[in-house]
T-cell receptor, first 111, second 114 residues
Framework: DAKTTQPPSMDCAEGRAANLPCNHS???????VYWYRQIHSQGPQYIIH???NNETNEMASLIITEDRKSSTLILPHATLRDTAVYYC????????????FGPGTSLSVIP | ETGVTQTPRHLVMGMTNKKSLKCEQH?????MYWYKQSAKKPLELMFV???????ENNSVPSRFSPECPNSSHLFLHLHTLQPEDSALYLC?????????????FGSGTRLTVV
């Protein structure tokens, strides 16, 4: 089973910030939080990851709570091309750490 | 292109056919993975290879047979498939003990079994 829970779907108005929550209450100390997204029928695309500090890159920001039991992915100015399924995943960094995908959050950006 | 190339992009095969899916990465990664994604379902992990050795077989039926001849190539051999095996098959790779970018996925092979 996936180690994370996410809302099944969300809507966001174009140009507004999209805030996607994720719960990972059983995360262990050596596990990172990763976010991927999958645009229809394509392979998942890496967005961002973090351990305990907040992170920002050109695509998004990641806010991790102090107890690390939940996180939020923020797309600051959502566009129609951001419509996708967003997956929150926790994993260690060895290649022996399995990555299990949950159903993710289907984000619809509305004009 | 993500650095992980899958061929073919689309495949239609009969239940008595034998076909193979190919995945290739030149990212220097040491681990490769096969995932299956059926319609409106999450990705399901099928096989994991680390340093060319299979380290995970997630109870996959024997009609799916993986092969990893070297750390850059991964195959999925298919034979006597069923219509319910129709799905998007995704290959991914990763580098041991590297954080970024985690997994790199290919664009997938859309398989239809008729």
């Amino acid at each position: 089973d996936a180690k994370t829970t996410q809302p099944p779907s969300m809507d966001c108005a174009e140009g507004r910030a999209a805030n996607l929550p994720c719960n990972h209450s059983t995360i262990s100390g050596n596990e990172y939080v990763y976010w991927y997204r999958q645009i229809h029928s394509q392979g998942p695309q890496y967005i961002i990851h973090g351990l305990k500090n907040n992170e920002t890159n050109e695509m998004a920001s990641l806010i991790i709570t102090e107890d690390r039991k939940s996180s939020t992915l923020i797309l600051p100015h959502a566009t129609l091309r951001d419509t996708a399924v967003y997956y929150c995943i926790v994993r260690g960094i060895t290649s022996y750490d399995k990555v299990i995908f949950g159903p993710g959050t289907s984000l619809s950006v509305i004009p | 292109e993500t650095g992980v190339t899958q061929t073919p992009r689309h495949l239609v095969m009969g239940m008595t056919n034998k076909k193979s899916l190919k995945c290739e990465q030149h990212l220097g990664h040491n681990a490769m993975y096969w995932y299956k994604q059926s319609a409106k379902k999450p990705l399901e992990l099928m096989f994991v290879y680390n340093f060319k050795e299979q380290t995970e077989n997630n109870s996959v039926p024997s009609r799916f047979s993986p092969e990893c001849p070297n750390s850059s190539h991964l195959f999925l051999h298919l034979h006597t498939l069923q219509p319910e095996d129709s799905a998007l098959y995704l290959c991914a790779s990763s580098q041991d003990r590297s954080q970024t970018p985690g997994y790199t996925f290919g664009s997938g092979t859309r398989l239809t079994v008729v």
